[in-house]
């Protein structure tokens, strides 16, 4: 099999990121402009100051990915960019690098969903070796902007089982690390405020939504707020590390429950999980302890949003003979099917 050499662009959100990957599995290189510090201060991300620093920073990302994977132009085999969803701007900036670089170099172009990103980080190779995948299996997709529940039967067939009908896992987390005075972003604030607290400090709801595989995580949210305004009202303190470690456990025990019961339920192989949650360590755990089938993840950095991911998506496509043609635009709402 032809081991392309790809250059995947990502610009979604507020990471300006630029990789090049061998053969849809090994990383050359993996470089990453995030925007963290600058968003903080908002408390998530500010769209247009997002855009204006992708602006600043795709170049520079480029060239330094290049630089380190050792490559010119002539050793590339194709161009590949997020093309939704995510934050218009942000995701014009990348577009339209990725179609000038490929027009002037001469390379084909592929669009990649930013979703399918996420799950082909699976594949990549880390220190034990390329991943082992097989078909079918059932990927949960749970980052900032989305949560998803996915039966994935062969490359690029995807059945969406179910999905957020509110707030996406990560904008949970992200909201209730604000209510509690953590640091953006919420997920890793969370996870670190838990360690030291109790899970069953407090009976937070569950939003199992029975006969669904769908998710609703604006109810717990809710219940949150109460909780904190109440015990502001009575003059005490707030218990952060058991309130982290509540809500955590709450939102963890949904989603890996759902996960493994999909599994089940349609017969999958092997659960994976995707997106910037997907790095958080009790759900991993969950989700082991309720599988019945291998689970999958990436490490951390491969997780939150990274070229590499849409590189190696991209592959796919372009060894199936796909390309995208001059007029390839954002879709910043773009579903995965």
């Given at each position: 099999?032809?081991?392309?050499?790809?250059?995947?662009?990502?610009?979604?959100?507020?990471?300006?990121?630029?990789?090049?990957?061998?053969?849809?599995?090994?990383?050359?290189?993996?470089?990453?402009?995030?925007?963290?510090?600058?968003?903080?201060?908002?408390?998530?991300?500010?769209?247009?100051?997002?855009?204006?620093?992708?602006?600043?920073?795709?170049?520079?990302?480029?060239?330094?990915?290049?630089?380190?994977?050792?490559?010119?132009?002539?050793?590339?085999?194709?161009?590949?960019?997020?093309?939704?969803?995510?934050?218009?701007?942000?995701?014009?900036?990348?577009?339209?690098?990725?179609?000038?670089?490929?027009?002037?170099?001469?390379?084909?172009?592929?669009?990649?969903?930013?979703?399918?990103?996420?799950?082909?980080?699976?594949?990549?190779?880390?220190?034990?070796?390329?991943?082992?995948?097989?078909?079918?299996?059932?990927?949960?997709?749970?980052?900032?902007?989305?949560?998803?529940?996915?039966?994935?039967?062969?490359?690029?067939?995807?059945?969406?089982?179910?999905?957020?009908?509110?707030?996406?896992?990560?904008?949970?987390?992200?909201?209730?690390?604000?209510?509690?005075?953590?640091?953006?972003?919420?997920?890793?604030?969370?996870?670190?405020?838990?360690?030291?607290?109790?899970?069953?400090?407090?009976?937070?709801?569950?939003?199992?939504?029975?006969?669904?595989?769908?998710?609703?995580?604006?109810?717990?949210?809710?219940?949150?707020?109460?909780?904190?305004?109440?015990?502001?009202?009575?003059?005490?303190?707030?218990?952060?590390?058991?309130?982290?470690a509540s809500f955590q456990s709450a939102v963890v025990d949904v989603l890996a429950e759902k996960t493994a019961a999909a599994a089940r339920e349609f017969g999958a192989r092997q659960i994976l999980l995707a997106g910037g949650v997907s790095a958080n360590r009790l759900l991993r755990q969950r989700v082991r302890e309720s599988a019945e089938v291998p689970v999958l993840y990436p490490p951390p950095l491969l997780c939150t949003d990274n070229a590499a991911m849409i590189a190696a998506a991209g592959t796919v496509r372009l060894r199936a003979g796909e390309r995208s043609g001059w007029d390839l635009d954002v879709l910043p709402g773009a579903g995965l099917v």
């Amino acid at each position: 099999m032809c081991q392309l050499l790809i250059l995947g662009i990502e610009t979604s959100c507020d990471e300006t990121a630029a990789a090049v990957v061998e053969g849809g599995r090994f990383i050359r290189s993996n470089v990453i402009a995030s925007q963290i510090e600058l968003h903080r201060q908002y408390g998530g991300v500010f769209p247009e100051m997002a855009s204006r620093e992708h602006i600043r920073a795709i170049l520079p990302v480029i060239q330094e990915a290049m630089a380190e994977a050792e490559v010119g132009w002539e050793d590339l085999d194709g161009i590949a960019v997020t093309y939704g969803p995510g934050l218009a701007g942000s995701l014009l900036v990348g577009v339209n690098a990725a179609k000038g670089l490929a027009l002037g170099r001469g390379l084909p172009l592929v669009g990649v969903n930013h979703l399918e990103g996420h799950i082909y980080a699976n594949w990549l190779a880390t220190d034990g070796g390329p991943p082992d995948i097989h078909f079918p299996f059932v990927c949960l997709i749970a980052s900032g902007g989305h949560t998803e529940l996915v039966l994935v039967k062969g490359h690029g067939d995807y059945r969406r089982l179910g999905s957020t009908l509110d707030d996406a896992a990560g904008e949970a987390f992200d909201k209730v690390g604000r209510l509690l005075g953590l640091e953006y972003p919420g997920g890793p604030a969370i996870e670190r405020a838990a360690r030291e607290g109790d899970s069953a400090a407090f009976d937070l709801p569950r939003a199992r939504l029975e006969g669904s595989w769908d998710f609703s995580f604006s109810g717990l949210k809710t219940a949150v707020l109460r909780l904190v305004r109440a015990l502001e009202r009575e003059g005490q303190p707030l218990p952060v590390a058991d309130l982290a470690a509540s809500f955590q456990s709450a939102v963890v025990d949904v989603l890996a429950e759902k996960t493994a019961a999909a599994a089940r339920e349609f017969g999958a192989r092997q659960i994976l999980l995707a997106g910037g949650v997907s790095a958080n360590r009790l759900l991993r755990q969950r989700v082991r302890e309720s599988a019945e089938v291998p689970v999958l993840y990436p490490p951390p950095l491969l997780c939150t949003d990274n070229a590499a991911m849409i590189a190696a998506a991209g592959t796919v496509r372009l060894r199936a003979g796909e390309r995208s043609g001059w007029d390839l635009d954002v879709l910043p709402g773009a579903g995965l099917v």
